[in-house]
């Protein structure tokens, strides 16, 4: 049982390149959600998902784009990547019927 | 003010020691709450929720007070393995978990 994966789990990129996190999980969860991870902050919500193809802006939305055409998957696009956007990027899921979420092992960007 | 607030440490400990952790949230709307681990460089696991009576799990115990708007973890006879970030987490807005930044627990031999 693979539960939540991403990759790359690494990735080193330039400013102004498009880079995209992708994120799948194998529990047919109706909810994913991405956040980022930096010193001070603590986790912070980009975007989430009810379901395919509804998507929601959470706190820090702004350079990032979603999509979500399949239940298990919700890749993460930086459009135009920027050195402030250098974080760990974590996905997570859960069903309907908690607020409990599963969290993948997590991707370290790096933006040079 | 932050959605949910916690002392960021580090506590330092012995094996064997009790440890206690509080952290405190703003929105009375909250419903749900838990307490999330995580280690270094790593995700953040769900270590249990926290229940309106108070739950334990083994050597860790929660406890929830509405009143003043906290929840706590305990730990009973720390364990090197219990080195690690622990995160007060609620429900905010709609569907969403609200994280606190975590306190640092370094449980020495």
């Known amino acids: 049982d693979a539960g939540i994966t991403q990759s790359p789990r690494y990735k080193i990129t330039e400013t102004g390149r498009q880079v995209t996190l992708m994120c799948h999980q194998t529990w047919s969860h109706s909810y994913m959600f991405w956040y980022r991870q930096d010193l001070g902050h603590g986790l912070r919500l980009i975007y989430y998902?009810?379901?395919?193809?509804?998507?929601d802006k959470g706190e820090v939305p702004d350079g990032y784009v979603v999509s979500r055409s399949k239940t298990e998957n919700f890749p993460l696009t930086l459009e135009s990547a920027t050195r402030s956007q250098t974080s760990v990027y974590f996905c997570?899921?859960?069903?309907?019927?908690?607020?409990?979420?599963?969290f993948g092992p997590g991707t370290r960007l790096t933006v040079t | 003010r932050k959605e949910v607030e916690q002392d960021p440490g580090p506590f330092n400990v012995p094996e064997g020691a009790t440890v206690a952790f509080n952290c405190t949230y703003s929105?009375?709307?909250?419903?749900?709450f838990f307490w999330y681990r995580q280690d270094c460089r790593k995700e953040p696991k769900l270590l249990m929720s926290v229940y309106s009576s108070g739950n334990e799990d083994g050597r860790f115990t929660a406890q929830l007070n509405r009143a003043s708007q906290y929840i706590s973890l305990l730990i009973r006879d720390s364990k090197l393995s219990d080195s690690a970030t622990y995160l007060c987490v609620t429900n905010g807005g709609f569907q969403k978990l609200v994280f606190g930044t975590g306190t640092r627990l370094l449980v020495s031999p």
């Open positions: 998902s009810a379901a395919a193809d509804i998507t």
């Open positions: 929105n009375s709307a909250s419903q749900s």
């Open positions: 997570a899921s859960r069903d309907h019927s908690s607020y409990e979420q599963y």
